[in-house]
C-alpha cells in the first residue's frame, strides 16, 4: 500500500511539473531577473563611493579596495565552489546564493565603517559569484547550443539593464534618502523579485543523471585545469578579461582630466551605451547561433583595437567623445556575448556549474590583475590627468589581439554543436 501511494506521489509531482514548465523565453527572463538583481548590487556600489566615504570615514583612495574586496571574495567563492556546486539542484542553489547576496547587501547599508562595509562586500562576493555560474549554467543546460547565443546574449543584457537604469536610480536614491537607502532597495528588490523567480522556475536536477557516471572522475579546480580545452578555456578568459580592465576602471578619469569631458554629463555615456549595448547584445545573440563565436569575437576585438587606438594612443578631437566611448561599450559586447556562448560548450552537464564557478575564478582574477597593472604603467600629472595613456593603450590592444586566434583554438575543440541541453523546454511561450 505505501509503495503504491509512494509510486502515485511520484507521478502526481510529475504531472505538476510537466504542467508548470516554463518556456524558453519565460525561463530567460526569470534568470535575466536574477542577474539583474545580482549586477545591480554589484555595479551600483563603487558610484556611491562619495556618498558613503565621508560619513564612514573612508578615505576616497581607499574605496577601490571595496571594490576590490568582492572581487577577492569572488574568485576565492569561485575555486572552492568549482569541488561541489554541480552535487545539487540548481534551482535551490541559486535561491541559496541568491539569498545570501541579499542579506549581505542589506548588510551593506548597515556599515558603520570601513570594516563594517567590507566585511559585507566579502560577503556579497562569496554569494554573487556562485550565483553568476549558475544562472549561466541553467541557460547551458536548459536552451540547445543553436540557440544559446541569443539566450545567452539576453540574459547577459540586463547588465546594460543595470547600467541605464539601476546605476542613476542608485545615485538619485543617494542624493535623495541617504547612501543606505540604495543599499535598502536593491536588497528589498531582490526579496520580493528573487523568490518569485525561484518559484516559478523547475526543479533543475537532469544534470545530476551523469553526476555517477563521472563519480570515478575528480572533479574540482585542479582536475579541471588538468584538462586541455580547459587550460585554453582559462587563457581565453585571462586574455578577454585583462585587455579590457587596464583600460576599464580609468575611463572616468581619463574622460575628466585627460579630455576634459564635462563630469556632469558623464551619465550620458553610460546611459546611451548601456541602452544601445542592450539592443546590440540580442543582435549579437542570434548572430553568434549563425556564424560562431570566432567571427563575431574577431568583429568585437576589431572594434577593441581602433576605439582604443583613437581613445587612448592617438586621441583625434575631430571624434566625438561619446560616440567614441559607447563605441568601445558595444565592442566590449561583442566580444562577451561570443565568449559566454563558446565557453558554456566546453563543459559536460554533470560538471558545467563548477566550470562556469572556475571561469568566474579566473575573470575576477584577471580583471584584478588589470587593474593594478594599469596603476603601474600609470602616473599622475600636475594638472591630474593621467600619464602613460598611450603605452597602456598598446599593451591592450597587444593583448586584445590575441582573442580571435583564442576562440577558433577553443572553437575548433568543441566544435560548432555542444553537448544537448539536459531539460527540454518549449522553444516559444
Request: charged letters at 15%; a positive charge.
Amino acid at each position: 500500500m505505501r509503495s503504491c501511494r509512494a509510486r502515485w506521489r511520484t507521478r502526481r509531482s510529475e504531472e505538476v511539473l510537466m504542467t508548470r514548465q516554463p518556456s524558453e523565453r519565460t525561463f530567460i527572463f526569470l534568470i535575466g531577473a536574477v542577474q539583474f538583481v545580482n549586477i545591480l548590487d554589484f555595479v551600483m556600489v563603487l558610484p556611491l563611493g562619495p556618498f558613503f566615504a565621508g560619513p564612514l570615514g573612508i578615505a576616497p583612495s581607499r574605496i577601490g579596495f571595496i571594490g576590490a574586496s568582492y572581487t577577492a571574495a569572488a574568485a576565492i567563492s569561485g575555486i572552492a565552489c568549482s569541488f561541489f556546486l554541480d552535487r545539487f539542484d540548481r534551482r535551490k542553489a541559486l535561491a541559496v546564493a541568491v539569498a545570501g547576496l541579499v542579506v549581505a547587501t542589506a548588510l551593506g547599508g548597515l556599515s558603520t565603517g570601513f570594516g563594517s562595509i567590507i566585511s559585507a562586500r566579502v560577503l556579497a562576493g562569496l554569494f554573487g559569484g556562485p550565483a553568476t555560474s549558475l544562472s549561466l549554467s541553467i541557460v547551458a543546460d536548459v536552451i540547445p547550443s543553436e540557440r544559446r547565443g541569443k539566450a545567452l546574449g539576453a540574459v547577459m543584457g540586463s547588465f546594460s539593464v543595470a547600467a541605464v537604469l539601476g546605476v542613476p536610480a542608485g545615485l538619485e536614491l543617494a542624493r535623495w534618502g541617504g547612501w543606505r537607502l540604495p543599499f535598502f532597495s536593491v536588497a528589498g528588490l531582490g526579496l520580493v523579485l528573487v523568490p518569485i523567480a525561484i518559484a516559478l522556475l523547475p526543479p533543475l536536477t537532469g544534470h545530476l543523471a551523469s553526476v555517477k557516471a563521472l563519480a570515478a572522475r575528480r572533479t574540482g579546480f585542479f582536475s579541471l585545469l588538468a584538462r586541455p580545452t580547459v587550460q585554453l578555456s582559462a587563457v581565453v578568459t585571462i586574455v578577454m578579461m585583462s585587455s579590457a580592465f587596464l583600460v576599464i576602471p580609468i575611463i572616468t578619469p581619463y574622460l575628466v582630466f585627460n579630455l576634459r569631458f564635462p563630469a556632469k554629463d558623464l551619465k550620458w555615456i553610460y546611459m546611451i551605451g548601456g541602452a544601445l549595448s542592450f539592443v546590440v547584445l540580442r543582435i549579437i545573440g542570434v548572430l553568434v547561433d549563425r556564424y560562431g563565436s570566432t567571427r563575431l569575437s574577431a568583429v568585437g576585438t576589431a572594434v577593441f583595437l581602433i576605439v582604443s587606438w583613437l581613445s587612448f594612443v592617438r586621441y583625434d578631437a575631430r571624434v566625438p567623445i561619446t560616440a567614441l566611448f559607447v563605441l568601445f561599450m558595444v565592442g566590449m559586447n561583442f566580444r562577451m556575448a561570443p565568449y559566454q556562448t563558446l565557453i558554456s560548450k566546453v563543459p559536460e552537464p554533470a560538471e558545467r556549474a563548477g566550470f562556469m564557478s572556475l571561469m568566474s575564478a579566473i575573470q575576477h582574477l584577471s580583471t584584478a590583475a588589470g587593474a593594478v597593472f594599469s596603476s603601474v604603467v600609470l602616473s599622475t600629472g600636475e594638472g591630474g590627468e593621467l600619464v602613460g595613456m598611450p603605452m597602456l593603450g598598446i599593451i591592450a590592444m597587444g593583448i586584445a589581439a590575441l582573442v580571435p586566434p583564442l576562440f577558433w583554438l577553443v572553437e575548433r575543440r568543441v566544435g560548432r554543436g555542444a553537448s544537448v541541453p539536459v531539460m527540454t523546454v518549449a522553444a516559444e511561450a
